[in-house]
């Protein structure tokens, strides 16, 4: 029988918080998170006109195994700023992924863009948690959570001044987001419970959306033609994690999928 690579993830997660709980209990969290930090605008970013890319900070997976185990989180993130990216996304589960808090810290300190904590957050712990990490928004995984818990979380969120992205990978993701009342949604081209890809998910899914929600197309995005299909279908903005981090020049590679490189040679 095939992993469920979800469920493991989760099982482990909630392990882990329940031992966080006993050095940190959740009221002093809460205070924390409460404090008045430098919120960048995540949502608003993604929002504008223009194409965006969430840039991605990730070490490891369950499917790939080792991606960048030795990465320079702050290095990165510089990379990926000098090559136009719009925010940042960095992987703080541990077991896994090989990511950890301080990768988060340490990006956001190197740059001004906003950042996303991507974790799998089935606990308001971890959103108080995020808040006091200095996070700027947090991923919220429709599959792993039910829709009170999905509309409560959006709604802790707008208290805590975290925008939420939230991840949908089917059609019954999609219709409990909307009913939760999601704006910012991320379509993930990979189920989560086999790593399995299917580049064509979120091109279909978002004639699903609403006006008023926001699209992003996540995973298995690795050339400018991807980028451009997606753009045909109303997608502008596109979280990319492993075909940057395992880029040769993650700067260069960045401009080429925004399609820098296309409008230089137009204007020569």
């Known amino acids: ?54 840039a991605e900070i990730k070490r490891a997976s369950p499917s790939k195994g080792d ?12 990379q990926y700023e000098e090559g136009g990216a719009a925010a940042l996304s960095v992987l703080t589960e541990t077991a896994y992924f090989k990511g950890s808090v301080d990768d988060l810290k340490q990006a956001r300190a190197a740059v001004s863009l906003p950042v996303l904590r991507k974790d799998f957050t089935i606990s308001s712990y971890q959103m108080y948690e995020s808040a006091a990490l200095g996070a700027d928004a947090v991923l919220l995984i429709v599959r792993i959570l039910t829709t009170d818990q999905l509309r409560d979380y959006l709604a802790l969120g707008q208290e805590l001044d975290l925008d939420c992205l ?67 279908c109303g997608i502008h903005n596109f979280l990319i994690g492993e075909s940057l981090v395992r880029a040769d020049d993650p700067r260069r590679f960045l401009q080429s999928l925004l399609g820098e490189n296309i409008e230089n040679a137009k204007r020569k």
């Open 1 to 54: 029988m095939a992993k469920d690579f979800l469920k493991i993830i989760v099982e482990h997660k909630r392990r882990e918080i329940a031992e966080a709980k006993q050095r940190m209990p959740e009221a002093r969290l809460w205070e924390a998170a409460m404090v008045k930090r430098d919120k960048r605008p995540f949502a608003a970013t993604l929002e504008k006109p223009g194409i965006h890319i969430i």
């Open 67 to 78: 991606i960048c185990p030795e990465l320079d989180p702050a290095s990165l993130a510089r």
């Open 166 to 232: 939230v991840e949908v990978h089917s059609e019954k993701d999609l219709e409990n987001a909307h009913q939760a009342g999601a704006r910012l949604i991320g379509i993930n081209n990979r189920n989560l419970s086999s790593f399995d890809t299917d580049i064509n998910t979120a091109t279909r899914m978002v004639a699903g959306m609403r006006p008023h929600q926001t699209a992003v197309a996540a995973s298995g995005i690795s050339d400018r033609k991807d980028i451009e299909v997606n753009l045909k």
